[in-house]
């Protein structure tokens, strides 16, 4: 592979950083969720506030060249719409500096779920176009303090997911009731703050930004003509109509039909669909954990095209799962990127992958995590015949929480690392970080440039 292959890994801020109420951090939706039986609070993390040279410099001993990391919105800027929080992007600046200083290419998202209260409580978050204009300020101020040393960037982590059921939750909705009509203005008000963003960010400096899905391709349960129907328009949808406007085509003729034909009338503006039309991306990212089916015979009458994935979800026969249920696909990771780059022509990167385990260490001997190894190897091996055998261009292999972080849901016991990280939902231990059999394997890949898995 080229030598200026990325190999590294990716987390967001709420999952790692802690210091939750120190620097002057304003609160967000996170701060004030309770512990529960199986997920921490999101008070202490792994305390990368405190220590986040002690996790780079075992990425540096690993080899890699790029961490992709998010700048906390409520961290930097006061409630999310008021003053700088000078303090706060210090934190940053010693950060980036730190990562530039071990060879390690700095790659920014701007949000990842974790909506300001205040913005959360007074506009619904994201449905509001308050919410939007305080995004894109804070944005563009962290693009002017950061671009002329950190060359990439994403806006939105997993954006697609804005157009899923969970989207009220993570655009920090806490009062507006579930619609279509409130789930595609959700769409579209964090489309329109990427793109504006994204225009901003080419207009004004030399960095590079692409737009990001969380990629979960779906098959037809069989070939029943309407089984590949609910898959394909699922897919179209969910996928391809943000990716067209990440690609520079705007939004997609079934897109719009759809809002037509359903009567939803969003409310836009002239700004905001310029900037959509202006659109480009200089990549396009994505997070792969695994694929998935639907079957049409499951999906009620009356559910939306964008609640295909939750009702008519399926098990593959032919793929095997993770002890969470995710089923493991090397093929579709190469189907997508090749898919992907072949539909669009524009290098594709995928910024996040990785299998979520239960371990235990026991205080003396190595975790022999061979399960991680054979994912990874499956996935990289699958990678590669995209790019050498598909023509695909893929500037990087991002791991999600190389070194354990709390899940999305904030459980501690469900670890991506090839590093432990010794503390549990509720007991926080010593948080010593100690390396798994899997971190010798990747450390010898990433040595190789992929070359010996």
């Known amino acids: 592979m080229d ?70 919105w409520s961290r930097c800027v006061k409630d999310g719409y008021g003053e700088l929080n000078e303090e706060g992007l210090q934190y940053y600046d010693r950060f980036i500096d730190a990562l530039i200083e071990r060879g390690i290419e700095p790659m920014i998202c701007l949000y990842h779920f974790d909506m300001p209260l205040y913005l959360a409580e007074h506009y619904d978050g994201f449905l509001s176009k308050e919410t939007v204009r305080c995004f894109v300020r804070f944005g563009k101020r962290i693009i002017d303090r950061y671009a002329h040393k950190v060359k990439y960037w994403i806006t939105f982590n997993e954006q697609n997911l804005y157009s899923s059921p969970i989207a009220y939750r993570i655009a920090g909705v806490l009062k507006a009731a579930p619609s279509e009509q409130n789930l595609l203005q959700i769409t579209h008000n964090v489309m329109a703050a990427h793109c504006m963003l994204s225009n901003y960010l080419h207009e004004t400096t030399d960095a590079k930004i692409g737009g990001m899905l969380a990629y979960t391709p779906r098959y037809p349960a069989s070939c029943r003509p309407e089984d590949i129907r ?37 409310e836009t503006t002239e700004e905001e669909m310029e900037a959509i039309r202006q659109c480009r991306s200089d990549y396009l990212a994505f997070s792969y954990y695994q694929s998935g089916v639907i079957d049409s015979q499951l999906i009620p009458d009356n559910a939306s095209v964008y609640e295909y994935g939750k009702y008519g979800n399926a098990p593959n026969p032919y793929l095997k799962a993770s002890e969470w249920g995710w089923q493991i696909d090397p093929e579709g990771f190469r189907t997508i990127m090749t898919r992907m780059y072949s539909r669009y022509r524009i290098p594709v990167f995928p910024i996040e992958n990785g299998i979520g385990v239960r371990e235990t260490w026991n205080g003396t001997d190595m975790i022999e995590d061979d399960y991680r190894i054979s994912y990874h190897r499956d996935h990289i091996k699958a990678m590669k015949e995209a790019m050498e055998l598909d023509g695909s261009e893929v500037l990087g292999y991002l791991g999600w929480g190389l070194i354990d972080i709390l899940s999305s849901h904030g459980d501690m016991e469900k670890r991506y690392g090839v590093v432990y990280v010794n503390r549990g939902n509720h007991d926080l231990r010593d948080m010593k970080r100690v390396p798994k059999k899997s971190y010798y394997w990747l450390k010898q890949v990433i040595a190789s440039n992929g070359d010996e898995l």
């Open 3 to 72: 030598q200026t292959f990325f190999w590294g890994n990716s987390v967001s801020s709420m999952q790692t950083e802690g210091g939750w109420n120190e620097g002057g951090k304003s609160l967000s939706v996170y701060d004030i969720q309770e512990a529960g039986e199986n997920k921490s609070d999101w008070h202490f993390a792994n305390d990368n506030y405190h220590h986040f040279e002690e996790d780079m410099d075992l990425m540096k001993d690993l080899g890699m060249n790029m961490y992709r990391f998010q700048i906390s």
């Open 230 to 266: 609910a898959a394909e328009i699922f897919n179209e949808l969910m996928y391809f109509s943000l990716l067209d406007v990440f690609a520079g085509r705007g939004y997609s003729p079934l897109f719009l039909k759809h809002l037509s034909n359903s009567d939803i009338r969003l």
